[in-house]
């Protein structure tokens, strides 16, 4: 027999793990995105590292560097955080 406390937590756990895949499915577009800008970043290092410098390269890599730095804050902030239920919840 199931409890009614035991159909709720199944009924949790599945819109949970719902909600979950689509976090996962954001926080896997935001990694992507951090992933291509860091390349850019990169390929503005390269430039300016084989010597060619200009004031429009530098304020670039600035707006990319401010950019990248807001994406990662941003995905961190979109990590959930773990939840867990008391095992005395029926209880309570």
């Known amino acids: 027999m199931v409890t009614a406390y035991a159909q709720v937590e199944a ?3 599945l819109k949970l793990k719902a909600e979950q895949g689509r976090k996962a499915e954001d926080l ?6 951090i992933a291509e800008t860091e ?3 990169a390929n503005l290092m390269r430039g300016i590292e084989s010597g060619t410098y200009s004031e429009a390269l530098i304020t670039r890599l600035n707006e990319v560097v401010a950019e990248l730095e807001e994406m ?4 961190a902030a979109a990590e959930p955080p773990p939840v867990e ?8």
């Open 85 to 92: 239920l008391p095992e005395d919840l029926p209880a309570l």
């Open 72 to 75: 990662k804050a941003q995905r």
């Open 39 to 41: 390349k850019v970043m």
């Open 11 to 13: 009924e949790f756990e």
């Open 28 to 33: 896997r577009l935001r990694d992507r995105r």
